[in-house]
């Protein structure tokens, strides 16, 4: 005997076309830009009316931010599990690891293009500079609490209080989203493994 699919709840149902009309935001203000993608555009490629949209986000604004956050939001979990599940015990191996994932967030192209979006609309708009910037805060906590993370399963020591870490990271991680190192033998990788490195003391390395 087959049962019939569960209906879904309405909160349910406007969870999905919210989720919908991101990911059609985030592909379109990628492929053409935001000043050039209307917001009856991200409604057809979502399938869905400006009505549906209306009922989720209050403007585009909105809507760029809310793409914003959902990235912070998933790349958080992404880093906490990746350090949190790492298999090997050294304090290399969990860099290394780091490294590497912030990598593959810089060199995934939907998101570096938005990236650059995103830095010229906060140059068009001060309204949504002022919003982005409170959305990068959201980054600055995702990273230090990935940085706490190996803090304290490492016995670590930096070079700068946690959150000035994190936020000078994130500075060097959104240089390399934007711009390709100049030589090619040097990896995106590299340089922000080299950069976590000499933040950072070793429990042998410590004093006293």
């Given at each position: ?10 909160q349910e149902q ?14 379109l203000f990628a ?130 209080p946690t959150q ?45």
């Amino acid at each position: 005997m087959t049962h019939a699919p569960r209906r879904l709840s309405r909160q349910e149902q406007q969870q999905r076309t919210r989720e919908r009309l991101l990911d059609a935001a985030e592909s379109l203000f990628a492929e053409g830009g935001v000043n050039a993608t209307s917001l009856r555009t991200v409604c057809e490629k979502a399938g869905f009316s400006q009505g549906a949209f209306y009922s989720n986000f209050a403007s585009k604004q909105d809507l760029l931010l809310s793409v914003l956050q959902r990235h912070i939001e998933r790349e958080a979990v992404l880093l906490q599990s990746l350090v949190k599940s790492a298999s090997s015990d050294t304090l290399d191996h969990a860099l290394e690891g780091f490294a590497e994932h912030l990598t593959a967030i810089a060199e995934q192209t939907q998101w570096s293009l938005l990236a650059i979006e995103l830095q010229l609309q906060a140059q068009r708009d001060a309204d949504f500079a002022a919003q982005c910037a409170h959305a990068r805060n959201a980054s600055y906590d995702a990273l230090a609490s990935v940085l706490d993370t190996l803090k304290t399963r490492f016995q670590l020591r930096y070079q700068l209080p946690t959150q000035q870490l994190a936020i000078s990271l994130y500075a060097l991680w959104s240089g390399l989203v934007l711009f390709q190192v100049g030589d090619e033998a040097t990896s995106r990788a590299d340089v922000l493994l080299t950069y976590l490195r000499r933040l950072i003391a070793s429990p042998k390395n410590l004093k006293g």
